[in-house]
């Protein structure tokens, strides 16, 4: 079985995804968190994300794993845990920067279909099912107002201790989406066979039990066909 939710940043995914994958009980990857850690390894290289020969480069010698425990996924890069570092605004926007290079997109893709190959997974990211995963059983579009997307994040982010601008978020989150929609490889879009949820005005419970509702409907669909 492969799912795949897509959507823009702070949409909720990561949180669906992990109770979704509990719920069914298979994996969840996070391949939004791999790219995390090509903009954080290039942030402590201080390689400009922007320029495309120095990232590729630095993709030449770079080890990124998912390690899975009791504690939930944690990112391993280069032999050390990063996990508590990649969700801070500026490494997102690293991120995305980073993850327009097609050397950057072909080897984590690469990854994140072999893992797909292997077992049954909940696959998180913004071209997972336009790209990673297009013969994906169920795919799932996800969004919501940048403005609801900032407050989520400006909470999570105070909950880590980490006091932040609420309106900086909002505008650096428009930032993101603009380069995530625009950019000329893989851009982050609905699949044409996804179901679109905005979950602006829905809450956790809502939006898990719509897409679990989803996937048993159309499951009863293809067993009776």
Do not use: W
């Not at 794993?65 to 605004?89: A, C, F, M, N, W």
């Not at 990211?125 to 403005?147: C, M, N, W």
């Not at 929609?181 to 679109?196: F, G, H, I, Q, T």
């Not at 979950?199 to 719509?210: H, I, K, M, Q, R």
């Amino acid at each position: 079985m492969q799912i795949a939710i897509d959507g823009p940043a702070g949409a909720g995914k990561s949180s669906i995804a992990k109770s979704l994958a509990k719920e069914l009980g298979i994996l969840y990857l996070d391949t939004g968190a791999m790219y995390r850690a090509v903009g954080y390894k290039a942030m402590k290289l201080g390689i400009d994300t922007l320029n495309e020969e120095k990232v590729s480069a630095m993709m030449d010698d770079i080890e990124i794993k998912v390690i899975y425990s009791e504690t939930g996924q944690h990112i391993i890069l280069d032999g050390t845990d990063i996990t508590e570092h990649i969700r801070e605004p500026e490494v997102s926007i690293n991120a995305s920067n980073a993850s327009k290079h097609r050397k950057v997109r072909d080897k984590l893709v690469a990854m994140q279909q072999e893992i797909a190959k292997e077992t049954d997974v909940v696959a998180e990211g913004r071209d997972i099912g336009t790209y990673v995963l297009p013969e994906a059983e169920y795919k799932f579009y996800i969004t919501a107002s940048a403005e609801e997307r900032a407050k989520r994040r400006h909470k999570e982010l105070c909950e880590k201790g980490k006091n932040t601008d609420i309106e900086k978020l909002a505008e650096e989150i428009k930032a993101r989406d603009y380069q995530d929609m625009n950019r000329e490889y893989a851009p982050l879009k609905a699949a044409e066979d996804s179901v679109l949820i905005d979950t602006t005005n829905l809450n956790f419970d809502e939006v898990l039990s719509l897409i679990l509702d989803t996937i048993k409907d159309k499951g009863k669909r293809n067993e009776s066909n």
